[in-house]
């Protein structure tokens, strides 16, 4: 006859259901929170494109796909869209590349990196008011730091905010400037999670520089520099703050964005549903945009394989 089996192992509890509900518990704050912040207001602004609503009265009806016919018609909203595409493409490959040139030259101990750090991320925390104010100093025509700099070396002074095709980059260069700090963290993390065991072995087989950037340092960082990607992205093609106080959308449109073009339909014109069909488009934008860099990885992936 076998012998009894410890109490302790005959009452041996059922926790998979239980277990389950209190996960649920732990995480039923975060995702109340998510579901009525982001996914209810996506959706809810996804019905209000497909109506016509007058914010006096408080009166709409239902148009269909006629505000997203109008919007492609808008040589406002196209020209919108544009900057906005190309605002994106002028900071996103810069902030890139030089976050990660700084965090490879910072990714050292002592105290001079370490006051480096803190002076380039410093400027992040800058509210968009101070850097506009900052940068407007900068590029006052005929007496501002650039006008000043041009005159001191015999040359003529150019205001880039009031050129059509310098606006842009412009704003483009001072958002570099306010926003690099972050990136360059971002990249400082991913570094410093490489053994350094790995650039020992390298440089006992006479590796170069070039080379252990180029098939250590890159590929360890892949989903660091897709990360920064993204979210630069993702955050110049929302630009708003630094193009409303630097130039408001001038000169002749060069610089107007879509978030712009979205605040001036809801707030100066009251259309609701036309202001909410841009919105759309502009979330479209950046879907797409994240589509295509998340397949350049893949393809970036499988090459590397």
């Known amino acids: 006859m076998m012998r009894d089996l410890p109490s302790s192992v005959q009452a041996k509890p059922r926790l998979g ?37 007058d914010l006096l009265s408080n009166m709409g009806r239902w148009v269909g796909v006629t505000n997203f016919i109008d919007l492609l018609q ?34 050292r101990p002592g ?107 890159l590929p360890a960082i892949r989903h660091g520099v897709v990360l920064v990607a993204v979210t630069q992205m993702i955050a110049q093609l929302q630009v708003f703050g630094q193009v409303q106080l630097l130039t408001q959308g001038g000169p002749n449109n060069s610089t107007r964005s879509l978030v712009m073009f979205v605040y001036e339909a809801m707030f100066e014109q009251w259309q609701l549903g036309y202001a909410a069909a841009g919105a759309q488009a502009l979330f479209l934008l950046m879907l797409a945009g994240m589509s295509l860099q998340g397949w350049l990885e893949r393809r970036a992936g499988k090459a590397q394989a």
Do not use: K
Not at 127 to 152: K, Q
């Open 17 to 53: 259901a239980s277990t389950g509900w209190i996960g649920l518990l732990f995480i039923a704050p975060f995702l109340l929170c998510y579901l009525t912040l982001l996914v209810w207001p996506l959706l809810n602004g996804f019905w209000l494109s497909f109506h016509a609503i």
């Open 74 to 107: 808008d040589e406002m909203f196209v020209r919108s869209a544009f900057n906005s595409v190309l605002f994106a493409a002028l900071c996103t490959p810069v902030m890139v590349i030089t976050g990660l040139a700084l965090a490879l030259a910072l990714n």
């Open 111 to 217: 105290r001079t990196t370490a006051i480096l750090r803190g002076i380039f991320f410093g400027a992040g925390v800058l509210s968009v008011t101070i850097v506009t104010l900052i940068w407007r100093l900068v590029l006052l025509p005929e007496r501002g730091l650039l006008a000043n700099a041009m005159h001191g070396m015999g040359m003529a002074a150019v205001a880039p905010l009031n050129h059509e095709w310098l606006a842009l980059p412009a704003v483009a260069l001072a958002t570099v400037w306010w926003g690099i700090g972050m990136p360059m963290m971002l990249f400082l993390a991913s570094l410093q999670q490489i053994p350094h065991d790995v650039y020992e072995a390298a440089a006992l087989d006479n590796t170069s520089r070039w080379r252990s950037f180029r098939h250590i340092t």
